[in-house]
C-alpha cells in the first residue's frame, strides 16, 4: 500500500476507527476544502489564507495554470515501483499525481464489443422481460418484437383498435417510452452548490425529490406536474463528513437520513411545526465511532433497516421506538442493505467483504445470524445493491468497475465463495485515492453465480450506486449508475451494452459546457413515470437529463 503524502480529501468510507478526518492525512494540501468553516474561495480567487501564494504555484505548475477549486495529493509508493500487479489480472496505479477533480480519463473501462449473455439467455427474467414488452422468443428462432412508435399507438387508440378500454398496453407504453430515453443533450442544472452532492432521490409518487450535500442540509423539492420549486429545508443534527444515506417514507410524510453516527434522524416533510428527532441505534461499542451507509423504511413505515461499519446490519421499531435488532452480519464494513419486496421478509446486505447475503426475517436470530444463502462473483467490495423488488433478482455495484445481476435462486457455491474472498484480498489498490488501471477482469471467477456483468463505468472515491430504471415507464429493462468522470451511464439490461452516456457537451449555441464537470456522480434517480434522471455530483450540482433531439 502507498504512503499518503498529500491528499485532497476523505471519503465517507475512510473513517472507520473512530479517528478524525484530519488524522488519517499527514499533509493536507486543499483548495476546495469542504471542512473549512469559511467560505470556498471562488474559480480565480485570491487566497487569504497562510501558503495560499504555494498552492497556486503548485496548480499553476502542475496544471498548466488551469484555474479552479482542485485539491493536491501526492501518492508515493514505498519500494519505488510505479504498479503493482495481482495474478489475477487486476492492474491498479499506486504510485501517481492526482487532482480531485481531473483524473485521467483513459483509465475509465472499457466495456466488451459483445457482452457475455449466454447465463441471462436462458434466465426467467429474460423470457419474462420479452413477454412485458411484447416480445417473443424460442429457442429456435431470434426474439423478435412488435415495436410501436407513439404515433402509431396513438393514431390505434382514436381509431379503437386498443381493445374494450380503449388504453395503451403495458407493452406498448414501455416500447414507446423505450423511443425517448434521456440524452446528454441540453440537461437542466437544477442547482449548484459549492459542497459535494452526496444523495438525490425521487420519492415513489415522483412528486417530491430530496437532496442532500456536504453543507448539511437536507432540500425537498416539489416536483409535482413537471415544476422545481423548494418546498422545505432541513438542518442535519451528528453530520460527520456529510449525510450518507437518505429515504422517503412510503406513505410520504416522512425523510430519514444517515452520517457518521450513531443515530438515525426522521423529520416530518409537511405540517404546522417541524419534527426532528433521532433515533438511537445503541451499538454497545463506546470505542469506535459508527457510521451508518445504508438506509430504508420498509413498506408500511413501521421499521428501519439500516447498514452499518464493522459488518452490522440494526433493525429499528418505530412503534416500539428502539432498536430491535442487531446483526453481526458481514465480516467487514458493510455498505449497503435493502428489502427484497414490500413484505419486508427478506433483506440483501452487501459490503467490503463482497459476498452478497440473503436474510429471511422469518427464521433469523440474532445470536447467530445464517443467511439464507450468498451470492459471489465480485473481484472487489459492493458499493451498493438494489432490489428488483420482486424477491428475487438484484444488482450490485463494485468497487471491480462491474454491476451484476444475480438471482437469489442461484446461490454460490463453496467454492464461489472462497474465490471472491481471495480475488478481494488480493487487491493492493485504494479506489478512494487511486485511479483505475482501465484493465478490467472479463474472465469469472469460479464459482461466480450471477446471471449478467454490466462494464463500462467507473466506480472511484466513493459508493457509487446503481439502480433498476422504473417499472412504469420502461419496465426495468434498464440498470443506470453514476460514475467516477461525471457521466451517467444507462445499460440494456438483457444485452448488456450501453444505450445512453449521459456527460458534459458543449452547448452548440453558446459554447458553455452543459452537464456535470469530470467529477464523481455518487447518485442517481430516475422518475418513476417521466423519462427524466436526476443526477447528484461531488461537482456541486444536481443535473437533470431529459429526452433531447441532437
Request: charged residues 25%.
Amino acid at each position: 500500500m502507498s504512503d499518503l503524502v498529500s491528499t485532497s480529501e476523505l471519503s465517507e468510507e475512510g473513517n472507520t476507527d473512530g479517528s478524525s478526518q484530519a488524522d488519517h492525512a499527514e499533509l493536507s494540501v486543499e483548495a476546495d476544502n469542504e471542512q473549512s468553516d469559511s467560505p470556498q474561495q471562488s474559480d480565480g480567487e485570491e487566497a487569504s489564507a497562510g501558503g495560499s501564494a504555494l498552492l497556486e504555484v503548485l496548480q499553476y505548475i502542475l496544471q498548466g495554470n488551469a484555474a479552479g477549486n482542485l485539491g493536491v495529493r501526492l501518492l508515493m509508493n514505498r519500494n519505488g515501483d510505479d504498479s503493482d500487479s495481482s495474478d489475477e489480472g487486476l492492474n491498479y496505479v499506486s504510485s501517481s499525481f492526482l487532482t480531485s477533480r481531473h483524473y485521467n480519463r483513459q483509465r475509465i473501462p472499457r466495456p466488451p464489443d459483445s457482452p457475455d449473455t449466454s447465463v441471462l439467455d436462458q434466465s426467467d427474467l429474460k423470457h419474462q422481460m420479452n413477454y412485458e414488452s411484447g416480445c417473443t422468443s424460442s429457442p429456435k428462432t431470434h426474439t423478435s418484437c412488435m415495436r410501436s412508435s407513439l404515433p402509431r399507438l396513438i393514431g390505434m387508440r382514436e381509431i379503437g383498435c386498443l381493445g374494450d378500454n380503449g388504453s395503451i398496453s403495458v407493452a406498448g407504453r414501455i416500447q414507446a417510452s423505450s423511443a425517448f430515453l434521456p440524452t446528454k443533450h441540453n440537461p437542466r442544472r437544477l442547482l449548484k452548490m459549492r459542497q459535494k452532492f452526496f444523495c438525490g432521490v425521487y420519492n415513489k409518487e415522483g412528486d417530491l425529490f430530496m437532496s442532500s450535500c456536504q453543507d448539511a442540509q437536507l432540500r425537498i423539492f416539489d416536483t409535482a406536474n413537471g415544476q422545481w420549486a423548494e418546498l422545505k429545508s432541513i438542518p442535519c443534527k451528528d453530520v460527520g463528513w456529510s449525510v450518507l444515506d437518505v429515504d422517503f417514507s412510503h406513505g410520504g410524510n416522512h425523510v430519514i437520513y444517515s452520517s457518521w453516527s450513531e443515530y438515525i434522524h426522521i423529520c416530518n416533510i409537511r405540517g404546522d411545526s417541524d419534527s426532528h428527532q433521532a433515533l438511537h441505534l445503541n451499538p454497545d461499542d463506546i470505542y469506535n465511532r459508527s457510521g451508518i451507509f445504508s438506509i430504508q423504511f420498509n413498506f408500511d413505515d413501521s421499521e428501519i433497516i439500516a447498514g452499518a461499519n464493522g459488518g452490522l446490519i440494526y433493525i429499528y421499531n418505530r412503534e416500539l421506538n428502539n432498536r430491535t435488532m442487531k446483526l453481526h452480519a458481514h465480516d467487514d464494513d458493510l455498505s449497503c442493505v435493502c428489502f427484497a419486496d414490500d413484505s419486508g421478509h427478506i433483506l440483501y446486505s452487501g459490503g467490503e467483504d463482497g459476498i452478497i447475503k440473503v436474510w429471511d426475517r422469518r427464521i433469523l436470530r440474532e445470536e447467530s445470524p445464517l443467511p439464507v444463502g450468498q451470492l459471489a462473483g465480485h473481484y472487489d467490495s459492493v458499493t451498493y445493491i438494489d432490489s428488483r423488488n420482486d424477491a428475487r433478482y438484484l444488482l450490485t455495484n463494485s468497487k471491480d468497475q462491474s454491476i451484476k445481476l444475480w438471482d437469489i435462486r442461484k446461490f454460490a457455491s463453496t467454492e464461489g465463495i472462497e474465490a471472491t474472498k481471495k480475488a478481494i484480498s488480493r487487491q493492493n489498490w485504494d479506489y478512494r485515492w487511486h485511479p483505475y488501471s482501465g484493465k478490467i477482469v472479463k474472465k469469472k471467477l469460479p464459482g461466480d453465480c450471477s446471471l449478467m456483468t454490466y462494464y463500462g463505468h467507473s466506480v472511484i472515491r466513493t459508493l457509487i450506486r446503481a439502480r433498476f430504471s422504473p417499472s412504469f415507464n420502461t419496465g426495468q429493462q434498464y440498470i443506470y449508475c453514476g460514475d467516477g468522470f461525471g457521466r451517467v451511464v444507462i445499460y440494456d439490461l438483457l444485452s448488456g451494452k450501453i444505450c445512453q452516456i449521459l456527460e458534459k457537451t458543449y452547448n452548440s449555441v453558446t459554447g458553455h459546457p452543459e452537464g456535470h464537470d469530470e467529477e464523481v456522480v455518487r447518485d442517481v434517480s430516475w422518475h418513476p413515470y417521466d423519462n427524466n434522471i436526476i443526477s447528484s455530483g461531488w461537482d456541486g450540482t444536481l443535473q437533470m437529463w431529459e429526452y433531447h433531439c441532437g
